[in-house]
């Protein structure tokens, strides 16, 4: 089985950062480890805003230890460039038109109130653990969605 961590940023990536993000947490998945043993770790930039870390728990499992490096690498590289990947206060939604949006609670919750985001509109769950969660239920319907209990 395949575990995942999401990262969603608190804004857009620039394509710089993109870049320079994704060398240095090629750089940390190539070193991380678990009591000493290489993790079968993989890294991702999705949309200039989220950042998915992936290990393969049939080659070696994570430990605690393991996640802690993992988070404090996280937080390190925000505070290189002054982003904020623990923000739970932003949603990311698909919009009308088709385009991947970020809003802030109150701003999701007004779009809510106004019917723009409705039962039908995508929105992504990064509470997903794992990479098959990841390809069926990222991406769900607000209906479907803790979101819909929330707003």
């Known amino acids: 089985m395949n575990r995942v961590w999401i990262y969603q940023a608190d804004r857009f990536l620039t394509a710089v950062e993109v870049s320079e993000i994704s060398d240095l947490a090629q750089g940390f998945v190539a070193s991380w480890t678990a ?3 290489a ?9 200039n805003l989220f950042l998915i870390l ?11 230890c393991s996640i802690d490096k993992s988070v404090h690498f996280i937080q390190a ?3 290189k460039f002054g982003i ?32 723009t985001v409705n039962a039908e509109t995508l929105v992504y769950n990064n509470l997903i653990q794992t990479s098959e ?19």
Do not use: C
């Open 54 to 64: 992936e290990v393969d728990e049939e080659v070696t499992g994570v430990t605690g």
């Open 133 to 151: 969660e990841l390809s069926t239920n990222w991406k769900i319907p607000f209906s479907q969605s803790w979101h819909s209990k929330v707003f």
């Open 77 to 79: 590289l925000g505070e």
């Open 84 to 115: 904020d990947f623990f923000d739970r206060m932003r949603v990311s939604y698909i919009d009308e038109e088709g385009k991947l949006q970020l809003a802030s609670r109150d701003e999701f919750q007004a779009l809510v109130n106004s019917n």
């Open 39 to 47: 993790l079968a770790g993989k890294v991702m930039l999705i949309d």
């Open 35 to 37: 009591h000493g043993s």
